[in-house]
Structure formats: C-alpha cells, structure tokens
C-alpha cells in the first residue's frame, strides 16, 4: 500500500470518526421523548456545576447523556444557571433546558403564547384555541361535555363546586377560565393542560379573595355569576362597583336584572351580532334576565370569563342606592335610584343625540 492510500485511509477514518460522534452528540442533546408531555418537577441548588446539573437532569430522565450535556454547555458558553425549581418536559431539548435554566421561564423554540381577553365567553376561547394550536372547536366542547373530566377537576378545585354540574348550564368552566396570556411548549399541548393552566391561576386570583368569598353571603359560582355580568355590562373599570351596586340592589328588591347581555348569552347570540327578538326577550331561560320569573334572580351561572377588577366589584361593590344605569353612544354611564330619573336621563340622552 504506497503513502497516498495510507493517507486516504486515515482522512477516511478520521471522518468517519468525526462523523460518529457528531451524531452521537446531536441525538445525546435532542429531546428524550416527543410524545411525554407530563411535566417533570426538579430543583437546582444554589451554586450547582454543570455536573450536579447534569446529575440532576439525568436522574429525572431529562436528558440522555451527562456528557453530551455539558458538552453542550462547554461548547456554548453557557453560564448563569438560576437556581430555583422548574417544571421541564421530556420534550424539551438540551437548548430549550439550558435557556429554561438560565432564564427561569420556559423556553422552547416551537413555543406559543395565547392571550384570552376578559369578557369573552366560552365560544370565543373555543375559537382561539382551535385558532392557536392543533385542537380543534369541538374537541374543546367535547371536553367540556365530558362529566367524568369535570367531576375531577371539582375534586381538584376548590373554587369549582357541584353547581357547575347543574343541567341548565351551557358550559361547565364558563367564567372559571381566567384570562390572561399563556404560554405553552408548542402547538400540540392539549385542550387538558390549557384548562388546567388556566385554572391554576383562577386558583391563585381566588385565592386572595378566599376570605371574602367565604363570609359573603354568595357562593363562588354566584360571585363569579355577578362578576361576570359585570364584566360584560362595565365597559370603564372605574363603572364596575356601582354596576355591582345596581345588580345587588336589584337582587335585594326582588326585581329582574334585566340585563340584555344574558339574553343574547341565553339565545346564544354574540353582543352586537344582532338585534334580540321581542320573542326572545320574553321567554323563560335560567340565564335570561329579561324573561319571565327571574325577578330577583341571578342567571344559572356565568356569561363570560372575568378579569379581576371585576371580581372584586363583585365583592365589593359601592354602597349605592341605584336601581338603573344606562350606557349613551359613546359608553359613559349613567346611574339613577329612581324610574321616572332613569326616563329622563335616556330622554336628554335622545335630545342631545347620545342615544
């Protein structure tokens, strides 16, 4: 064999070499699973290496080879691990891990951000999830129609109680969704793990208001009922409390809420899609507070999700003597203790081209 093919097989081999352990380090820093979407709680002491890392990593099955993972942290210059716990996935890379470590919020380069408005209903988060991620509408309802499901998240919760199960009620998690901008690993997490974020922070929000939800004469679903008419009716925060006082003053005299906003959520109907029939106005519906035998009554349960201001309206509201509000064109509102008040407010409002 003269020198030349001595060499070319030496360049052979060295690539060859080369070769392997650049696969063998691209797959050691890949994710370990793809399809294990359970989240894995670890903590990192003050002061760790990138070994005691690693081990940490390693024994919780987030990566598959320490010394590919330090590797990875030699190779990039990785430093500033923040110590803390964390919640990582098994579908998380060794780039994703360490920027999760470094930063202290999950980081993934397929991750997604939803952002649920206040005072949108369930339909409307139906359409943005399937809109966000690779859910779809139905599989949204389907979940929410699933009794099981809900009966174990009321042994989860405990702000969701056996009310949400009542037969009347459209949707069972209406108004217990909180709103708010989320993120997520990437497009494949599912309709479960969205609620189930989602109510984590109804929890932490509720949490504050324990105390006051437990002395109030009102249950949970009930405050959260108000609150959500609130929310829907108070377009000002600043409106919120003494809207809050209307519904409560109302409820005291034993007179219908008469809120339009529970009849369209009764004939399931989107604010300003159109205008209510009289026919729809006047029939019975446990959440329309326009028809028959709702006098002093709240709806069967909430119309729209709600933010915190108007949970603590709900709570608090002002010490009002209102019976009545209006809204004009430009959605400032005006409150009155009286009927013939209300009347001659809505008159000026229709002289002044308010209306």
């Not at 097989?9 to 080369?18: G, K, T, W, Y």
């Not at 901008?181 to 922070?201: A, H, P």
């Amino acid at each position: 064999m003269n020198i030349k093919k001595v060499i070319m097989v030496i360049i052979v081999v060295i690539a060859l070499v080369i070769g392997g352990l650049a696969l063998w380090y691209n797959v050691s820093i890949s994710e370990v699973d793809k399809k294990d979407t359970n989240k894995i709680q670890v903590e990192i002491p003050i002061g760790s290496s990138s070994e005691n890392i690693a081990n940490v990593l390693k024994d919780n099955g987030l990566i598959k080879n320490k010394l590919a993972f330090k590797l990875y942290v030699k190779l990039n210059k990785v430093s500033n691990f923040q110590a803390g716990k964390y919640e990582l996935y098994k579908t998380m890379n060794v780039e994703e891990i360490t920027k999760t470590l470094q930063t202290g919020k999950l980081f993934s380069k397929n991750q997604i951000t939803i952002t649920f408005v206040e005072g949108k209903n369930i339909n409307w988060y139906a359409n943005k999830i399937a809109e966000e991620t690779n859910n779809t509408k139905e599989q949204v309802f389907e979940l929410l129609e699933n009794k099981e499901y809900i009966a174990s998240l009321i042994e989860k919760y405990w702000f969701l109680t056996d009310e949400i199960e009542n037969k009347d009620i459209y949707y069972p998690l209406e108004g217990y969704l909180f709103p708010d901008t989320y993120s997520f690993n990437n497009k494949d997490v599912t309709v479960e793990e969205i609620f189930d974020t989602m109510l984590k922070q109804t929890e932490n929000i509720l949490n504050e208001y324990k105390d006051d939800i437990e002395k109030s004469k009102y249950s949970v679903h009930e405050i959260l009922t108000i609150a959500s008419l609130v929310e829907t009716e108070g377009i000002h925060p600043e409106d919120r409390k003494d809207i809050s006082s209307v519904i409560y003053n109302r409820l005291k005299v034993k007179m219908p809420l008469q809120l339009d906003a529970t009849t369209y959520y009764a004939v399931k109907v989107e604010l300003g899609q159109r205008d209510l029939y009289q026919s729809e106005l006047n029939t019975y519906n446990p959440y329309n507070t326009r028809g028959p035998r709702m006098e002093g009554k709240l709806p069967v349960g909430p119309i729209s999700s709600v933010g915190k201001v108007s949970i603590e309206a709900a709570l608090n509201p002002n010490n009002t003597e209102y019976i009545y509000y209006v809204s004009d064109k430009n959605g400032k509102v005006y409150f009155n203790r009286t009927s013939s008040e209300h009347n001659s407010t809505i008159n000026r409002l229709q002289k002044e081209g308010l209306w």
